[in-house]
């Protein structure tokens, strides 16, 4: 066996971590919204969280939980592989929130590692659930003995949608200082966001976006072109995340409607790249 098979600890799946507490605030809101480029007037204003600002209050629990199971040797292989999140009632200021969050599942792929950590977040006053999320963590070149508890729940694209043209095309621009907006605004430093030389000894051709800024820009497409009256009808957003882009291109995001309020989506850069694969959206 090698070290990484030897070092990931299956023990932990199941277990949930302490919750984590982060009150809401209006202005915390509204900056998310503008580093993300989001105008939808209740995300702009600071009255309603826009969906993936779901991952501000709930991201300390989530690492905590991925690191229970990931070997510290291992860290910087970790890429963000996929997010799914559940709303079940909005997020809005004036609240505290408290996420807790678990590693529920490890699976062997044929480059690495898969560690799946699901989160909960709930309002601290009456307790009542607001998001889950599942955060799928990529350990690149990895290798592990055994796979062990649960799967992400399923998102796969419908290749049959493709035999007819998209309900609907939304293109949009990375601004080029992106990055360090996003970066304040979540609360994330990664610096393969933020230094140029760190980003190109890592492999790639510099800064990138972060993923889940992608995801937020998606979920503007999804909510503009399906529910734009009333977006807290949009009840889960999951996403794979495919390849990088940079600040200063340009995405599409094409949706299809695929039954029961669903919409299946993907996401491609001016470079022809796919950056968002499994796209799938769910409405009320």
Known sequence: MSTATQAFNTDAIGIWGEPVEFPVEAD???AYAAATNDPIAGHASGELAPPVFAIVPAFQALATASITVIPAELIMRILHGEQDF????????????????API??????SGVTVVCKGETRDAGSGELLVEQYMTSFV?????????GDEAPAHAFDE??????PDGTVEQTFDSNQTFRYSEASGD???IHLDENVAKAAGLPG??????CTMAFTSVAVIQRSCP????????????FARPVQPGQSITTRMWESGGGSIAYETTSDSGDVVIKDGKAELA
Do not use: K
């Open 28 to 30: 915390r809101i509204a």
């Open 86 to 101: 559940h709303f079940h009632a909005p997020i809005t200021p004036g609240t505290t929130l408290t996420t807790r969050a």
């Open 105 to 110: 599942g490890i699976r062997r792929r044929s």
């Open 140 to 148: 690149r070149g990895a290798e592990t003995g055994e796979d062990a």
């Open 160 to 165: 049959a949608l493709r035999d007819r043209e």
């Open 189 to 191: 430093p990664m610096p």
């Open 207 to 212: 800064i990138i976006i972060h993923g889940l």
């Open 229 to 240: 009256d009333d977006p807290t009808s949009l009840r889960r957003l999951a996403v794979r």
